[in-house]
């Protein structure tokens, strides 16, 4: 399939929706049917401690990252269908086993969503990952798609769309529209996050109620520049060495 930049249907916050407001945003509404939110054990508090250091080590930094990615992309594999499929065991007994009821293949919001592609690898060793590259233009603000590579069976499946940042949300809702223009129905979309903000939730929960998201944290708020706080830093940029 030849990679393609045709632009999906523009869509800003502001023309389609009121903007956020924080005191009339409620998580119960979302939580457990959009939003799946890991449990907070402490060890996964442990990691995300590592994590946000800013003088954590690369390694350290690295090795926390991707056991909260794998914990993520488990969470989002127990969200698919599995349908009945029984085995016979090599004692001769029949294990009523289950396998996955349809194709699964991944999609990163390139670049940062490229640190999830290792561990869903890891989990799924033959998994197909589709690739989207999409940035906000700075004079319009609206994302503009350079680059897009999907399979092309990608309507036949589920889709875990990774993107560890979901921030402001423009850049997720211009995402998931490029998929469902490309045919994916909205209910096979599954979100794969590390961490977000009630902007971020809204702004993707409102339009796309079917989609769901799987993340480990949901942080206090933006500041002015749209970074999460306490938030992480620039992930990407933490993740690939480029800080
Ligand atoms: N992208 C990041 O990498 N970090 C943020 O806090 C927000 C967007």
Redesign the pocket.
């Known amino acids: 399939d030849e990679p393609s930049t045709d632009q999906p249907s523009t869509d800003e916050p502001s023309t389609d929706q009121p903007s956020f407001d924080a005191s009339s945003f409620d998580i119960d509404a979302y939580l457990g049917s959009s939003v799946h939110l890991l449990p907070q054990t402490p060890r996964l508090r442990a990691l995300h401690t590592v994590m946000r250091d800013r003088g954590a080590r690369r390694d350290a930094f690295l090795h926390a990252s991707d056991l909260v990615i794998r914990m993520l992309i488990k969470a989002g594999l127990d969200l698919l269908p599995y349908e009945r499929h029984d085995v016979t065991t090599p004692v001769g007994a029949t294990y009523e086993g289950l396998r996955p009821a349809s194709p699964v293949c991944g999609v990163s919001v390139v670049r940062?969503g490229e640190s999830m592609e290792g561990e869903l690898r890891a989990v799924l060793p033959d998994v197909r990952i589709g690739k989207i590259l999409m940035q906000r233009d700075k004079e319009t603000k609206q994302p503009h798609l350079y680059y897009t590579s999907l399979p092309a069976d990608i309507t036949e499946g589920h889709v875990l769309l990774m993107e560890?940042?979901?921030?402001?949300g423009g850049t997720a809702v211009a995402t998931i529209r490029l998929l469902l223009d490309k045919g994916v129905a909205e209910e096979n979309i599954v979100f794969v996050n590390l961490?977000t903000?009630p902007e971020g939730i809204d702004a993707v929960c409102r339009r796309f109620p079917k989609v769901r998201i799987v993340t480990s944290s949901i942080?206090e708020r933006?500041?002015e520049n749209?970074?999460?706080?306490p938030?992480?830093?620039?992930?990407?940029?933490?993740y690939f060495g480029t800080d």
């Open positions: 940062a560890p940042m979901l921030a402001t961490i903000v942080e933006l500041n749209a970074y999460m706080i938030g992480i830093g620039d992930f990407g940029d933490r």
